[in-house]
């Protein structure tokens, strides 16, 4: 199968960094009137002056559109069963999100509905729910557990993530996060939870091979600094990269926990001191900001702006989920990071690009258009990738490209 993207306008390549901190994030590389060769859905040329056999490609005229890397979705909770559009609307008419929370709604809800629903119904929405994602230009989107906190559940959605990755051609990389939330059965016996999930849960997801990373809601009356740093500490003796649901409502630490143990990723940070900023800066660990979130919860946005200018590594991710943001829109995502984080148009196209793959330990693989690279494309319906915050909450994909095929015309 051999695809040539031929006379675009501009080709966002995203090249030359296996993650970009601080400055280098607004380095897109764009190439003018540019051509992409694509064998085997691996990109073999790129470049100005490319001539090749037209007879035996698949030919793609970009004349007058802008190409750029497949989104890569790093932060997502989109394998659940049930809604809470009541909560929502509580939310709406005043209460908080930990108010909802402690009265027993919250994830306590999504687990209910998880725990209820079948592996195959799980499948059937995922699949609709990546469908979707598709639609927005993601080609690789992570996929939390979480929804379950007991053995069964976990399981059970950790399968349905193998399998939807099996079936879709969205590339999904599962997330164990047992440590969501404290289990009713276990209300007051937080520890004796902890000790399950490293014993009984943690072994059985490595023998089936189910995670690639472990993650853990490190957030006041949820899991401690302590608690998470054991739990994380666990799973990388099992393999399992360590991502952090770190700052989001009250600062306790999990910024600077995550530079310590080396996680990939510190995700949410709303309220993330200086100080936490300056650990993550001077370590290798990504953060990544959920803005759809902080938006739907009525929150302030995390202070992208001082981490960028810190020297961070930022990702930008949907945190798309039942509960705090029932989001997976990439041009609202775009529009906040651009009109309201402040981040330039370069800076929010990296986050979304090379850095998100780098959340995800697949900077060699994807998040740039370079040769040796999985040829996961997109194109926009206009010239210029300065299009995509300027149509203001529309999407403006035209064409998705994954594995060198076009999956979305
Ligand atoms: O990333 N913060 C914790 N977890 C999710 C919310 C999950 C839910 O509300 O169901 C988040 O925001
Ligand atoms: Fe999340």
Known sequence: MKLLIKNA??????????????????????????TIVIENGIITDIG??????????????ATGKSVLPGFVDS??????????????????????????????????????????????????LGKKRLDSMMNFGVTTVEGKSGYGLNLETELKQLRVMKKLNEIHSIDVIPTFLGAHSIPKEYKGKSDEYVEKLIKEMLPKV??????????????????????????LLEAQKYGLKSKIHADEIVELGGAKLAAEINAVSADHLLQTSDAGIEKLANS????????????????????????????????????????????????LLISLATIYMNM??????????????AALGLEKEIGSIDKGKKADIIILEYPSYKFLPYHTGVNIIETVIKDGIVRRD
């Open 284 to 331: 290798s660990t990504i953060a990544t900001l959920l803005p759809l979130t902080a938006f739907s919860l009525k929150e302030n946005f995390a202070n992208a702006r001082k981490m960028i200018d810190s020297g961070c590594s930022v990702a930008l991710a949907t945190d798309m989920n039942p509960g705090s943001c029932f989001s997976n829109s990439i041009p």
């Open 344 to 357: 330039t148009i370069e800076e929010t196209i990296t986050a979304l690009t090379i850095n998100g793959a």
């Open 48 to 61: 100005t002056n490319i001539k090749v056999d037209e007879k035996e490609y698949k030919v793609i005229d």
């Open 75 to 124: 932060h997502t909770h989109f394998v659940f069963g049930g809604y809470r559009e009541e909560e929502f609307d509580w939310r709406l008419k005043g209460q908080t999100y930990m108010e909802i929370m402690e009265k027993g709604g919250g994830i306590a809800s999504s687990v209910k509905h998880t725990r209820n629903t079948t592996e195959e119904e799980l499948v059937n």
């Open 9 to 34: 306008a501009e080709i966002v390549t995203c090249s030359g960094y296996s993650s970009k901190k601080g400055k280098e994030m607004n380095d897109i590389k764009v190439i003018k009137n540019g």
């Open 206 to 231: 490595k023998e089936e091979n189910l995670a690639k990373f472990c993650d853990v809601f490190c957030e006041k009356n949820v899991f401690t600094v302590e608690q998470s740093k054991k739990i």
